[in-house]
């Protein structure tokens, strides 16, 4: 009972002192935005031949004509209501946009992290006792490959691969197949909303969609964390209470994954909450070839459309979410380590 | 005649490093007989732990054993492969290790480690584990063992987690314990509980134990045996009396005697020392000298509540040396921080040749006069130079910062001086700390503290990290020089007969209270307080001329 007061306490505390970060985050978007060069009135009037007086007018009507800190203050106000404005490209509310498109990019990133903890684990673990040997090697030749390789160059190359030359993967164009019919909205997540309907069919061609933007993501982070596995692995495995663990004859695998593994974990974990972050804002490239509808790509249409509501819907987006792994990290620490906890 | 248990002969290990292969061992052969205690005693690299490991198959991948055997009850597992050994190890013989709180897992709970000892020889579900561990850490009597069995190693204390790793392993009833530095680091009342804990479960339940120490008392008190190693060999084995009585080999007569024991002098420790024949009779001080430091009712209350330091207050006169002893959280090294102004107090007064100097805040004191005067020499020297900085940086880094010397020939000068007085051969001053012995790195920090010439040196437990042989010689340099240079000496320590060897005075403290305060010999001869007695004779000693 004391423990989960404590545990509530320090998720407060967080929560209130990132109001501050977050603040500034939005704050510093919001200039950032109108000091780029671009007019919005003028992009998004009828057209090139539009007159001077609708031009003014659009300015008019999105508030453009105030001063700056006037415009600032009705914005901070319409996001203190949920209001995060109208994206003139797609003609929605922002909120109802990141809706739709917030699942995609989540559904993407969480399979390409799973992917990548499943292979970076086992190959850091595997590189850390047998350090220097021909499997540490390739190792690091697999990480160093995935890192120096844009994401946009890896995903083609899968694409050429799979779907042009053995045709094993759909095409890369979405979630779903155009004439599949999409489940019915439960989260958002397609494999999931599949699963609970039972729908089978369904769940494998999302799955077969979903699998070659996924590897590609995950190629691009296993290398962060397969190094600190094996890092932190080799550090935990030469200290004393590992030798103790060999001492009392424990079984090698109970040595490695129970005493060894559970306290190398610690570093790692910190490490997955970042590049989960990372991920969420850089997946934009694969989400551009492949053509996935996330809020990445969105964002970005956005800011080359000078259309200034859904980037800065964006960016308190991933701010907020930035601040919630984050949070979520500490707390598993907390849960991991029981010398965090006590603090 | 028996099968001995564990018998060792001709072992030879080597490591190989970077620098090519070293031998650990070179030949060392001895044999242990079932329920015999035997002591192996040796400085730090005469390859006591490597000789454990190796007949626990637990070396490094580095090591090897590249000649001899090591057979167990008759059996040859010099270079048993795995398969044979780990179903040997906990069952047929374990280990304890030195620092007790690094070899426990720390985030599993200390039941949960227990158990895990007896399930990997035994078929037990996960209850009747946490039972019989129950059992085995009431066994090491460990109070409200039901409680303890969630605690987590960071939550007990240093004895209470070598019990703990007692527990684990007796837990499936070995033939053979080999206990390495078992109480090295704990208080010696804390020492003496393990260790007669230790003596007595082994007693009652038959098994040998191959006790590993640098500690030559502790050998001669819990052993039958004792094997003395130097450099890979084992060069006289006996029985304690007779070993320390009249110690054969050169080695053990010159390891006997740099122990502090009640009787030894500073002179005596080391035949070749540093001290001049003839004691230099220090002038008694005229009448109405003023005070070199007072310190009136130190207090310091940590974060939390706690007293460190408990209205401490004593006096301090112009070249002497006074003793502040006592047991980890008594409060000592608290007292040398708040006097090196190091920390401020909580409350109380520290008052150094006149001058109130627990007025300047801690943080600001660098910049104080008198932050010269006032020295400090860390313990473990190792960790408290800079890794960085080569010994001449280390020890002109005060001459540049509190006397403002530039690089030059009178910072040269003055560095140079400083090393020779320390006794540190001048090539080694381009070398960095890792690159230095013990001994040597003692040296230099001793160098560093007394390169700006202070009036007050206070030296927190500068020798508990080196060997006795080093200790007696640097307790040697730090005796020579006091005479030399007229130090005053705060010496802080959890050793009574060092403290008593090289102080005038001395002071006991206990959870931050003085306990008992008077010259060292009396105190040491006839303690008045009952805990300053039972600190005495906890301290485990040998009576070399007893036998």
């Known amino acids: 009972m004391r423990k989960l007061q404590a545990i509530g306490r320090r998720i407060g505390g967080r929560l209130l002192s990132s109001v501050p970060a977050i603040l500034g985050v939005v704050i510093l978007t919001f200039l950032l935005m109108r000091v780029l060069p671009g007019d919005p009135a003028v992009f998004f009037a009828s057209g090139p031949s539009a007159g001077q007086q609708e031009i003014e007018d659009l300015r008019k009507q999105m508030g453009l004509d105030q001063p700056v800190p006037v415009q600032l203050v009705r914005y901070l106000q319409d996001i203190a209501t949920g209001n995060l404005g109208r994206s003139m490209t797609t003609g929605q509310p922002v909120l109802t946009d990141m809706q739709q498109r917030l699942p995609a990019s989540l559904e993407l990133t969480f399979s390409a992290l799973f992917l990548a903890l499943a292979c970076a684990l086992p190959l850091g673990i595997l590189a850390a006792l047998r350090p220097g040997s021909a499997v540490d090697h390739v190792v690091r030749f697999l990480c160093t490959l995935g890192v120096c390789m844009p994401t946009f160059v890896s995903g083609l190359l899968l694409i050429y691969a799979f779907y042009y030359l053995l045709g094993w993967a759909p095409d890369p164009t979405g979630r779903i197949d155009i004439f599949a019919s999409a489940p019915p909205e439960i989260t958002g997540f397609l494999l999931f909303d599949f699963a609970v309907t039972g729908d089978l069919e369904g769940f494998r061609a999302a799955f077969s969609q979903l699998i070659l933007p996924a590897c590609t993501m995950a190629l691009f982070v296993l290398a962060p964390l397969a190094r600190m596995t094996r890092a932190s692995m080799l550090a935990v495995l030469g200290s004393d209470f590992i030798r103790t663990a060999r001492s009392i004859g424990l079984a090698p695998w109970r040595v490695i994954l129970v005493y060894a593994l559970r306290n190398a974990l610690l570093p790692v974990l910190t490490i997955a909450g970042i590049v989960f972050s990372t991920m969420l804002g850089a997946n934009v490239l694969v989400e551009k070839v492949f053509s996935w509808p996330g809020v990445a790509s969105y964002a970005l249409d956005a800011l080359l459309a000078s259309d200034y509501a859904p980037v800065q819907g964006f960016v308190l987006l991933m701010a907020t979410i930035f601040v919630l792994v984050n949070l979520l990290v500490d707390i598993l620490y907390g849960l991991a380590d029981p010398r965090i906890a006590a603090e | ?547």
């Open chain 2, 1 to 547: 005649m028996t099968t001995p248990l564990l018998q060792v002969q001709d072992l030879e290990v080597t490591f190989a490093t970077r620098r090519g292969a070293v031998a650990a061992l070179r030949g060392a052969s001895f044999a242990l007989d079932p329920g015999e205690v035997l002591g192996l005693v040796g400085e730090s690299g005469s390859g006591k732990s490597v000789t454990a490991l190796a007949a626990m198959g637990l070396l490094d991948k580095a090591g090897r054993v590249t000649r001899g055997s090591i057979h167990f009850d008759g059996r040859d597992i010099t270079r048993a492969g795995a398969g044979v050994l780990r179903p040997m190890r906990g069952a047929a013989f374990s280990m304890i290790f030195q620092n007790p709180r690094a070899a426990l897992n720390p985030i599993r709970s200390v039941g949960a480690q227990v158990a895990d000892a007896l399930r990997a020889h035994r078929d037990l579900s996960a209850r009747a584990a946490r039972d019989q561990a129950l059992a085995l850490l009431e066994q090491v009597r460990i109070r409200n063992a039901g409680q303890r069995l969630e605690a987590f190693p960071h939550e007990l204390s240093g004895g209470m987690c070598q019990r703990v790793m007692i527990a684990m392993a007796i837990a499936c009833a070995p033939r053979l314990i080999i206990a390495d530095e078992p109480t090295t680091g704990l208080d010696v009342t804390t020492q003496k509980a393990v260790m007669d804990l230790l003596a007595g479960l082994t007693r009652e339940r038959g098994m040998a134990m191959l006790l590993i120490t640098h500690d030559l008392g502790l050998a001669a008190q819990y052993c039958d045996r004792v094997a003395v190693m130097e450099q890979g060999r084992v060069v006289e084995e006996a029985p304690p009396a007779a070993l320390f009585g009249a110690p054969g080999h050169a080695y053990t007569r010159r390891l006997v005697a740099a122990c502090p024991t009640p009787s030894s002098t500073i002179a005596s420790l080391s035949p070749d020392g540093e001290l001049p024949a003839e004691p230099v009779a220090r002038a008694p001080l005229p009448a109405g000298t003023p005070l070199l430091l007072e310190v009136r009712d130190l207090v310091k209350t940590y974060p939390g509540g706690v007293a460190a330091v408990d209205k401490v207050s004593f006096t301090m006169k112009p070249g002497e040396s006074l003793g502040l002893v006592g047991e980890s959280g008594s409060g000592k090294s608290t007292i040398s921080r708040l006097v090196t102004r190091l920390i401020d107090a909580t409350g109380g007064e520290v008052i150094f040749d006149g001058h109130s100097v627990s007025d300047i805040p801690a943080r600001d004191f660098h910049a104080a006069p008198q932050r010269s005067q006032i020295q400090i020499v860390f313990q473990d020297a190792g960790e408290s130079l800079n890794p960085r900085f080569s010994a001449f940086d280390s020890i002109a880094d005060p001459l540049r910062r509190l006397r403002g010397l530039r690089d030059g020939s009178e910072l040269t000068k003055r560095v140079k001086d400083c090393a020779v007085s320390v006794g540190l051969p001048l090539p080694l001053l381009d070398r960095f700390p890792h690159q230095l012995s013990g001994g040597q790195r003692a040296r230099v920090g001793i160098a560093r503290a007394v390169s700006v010439d202070p009036k007050l040196l206070v030296l927190d437990e500068p020798t508990a990290a080196l060997d006795v042989s080093v200790q007696a010689v640097v307790l040697q340099l730090l005796e020579r020089l006091r005479r030399e240079k007229g130090l005053a000496y705060l010496f802080v320590s959890h050793d009574l007969n060092v403290v008593r060897m090289l102080c005038d005075r001395m002071i006991v403290l206990r959870n931050g209270q003085v306990v008992e305060e008077g010259d060292s010999q009396r105190i040491f001869r006839a303690p008045q307080a009952d805990y300053t007695a039972e600190l005495i004779a906890a301290i485990p000693h040998f009576e070399p001329l007893a036998a």
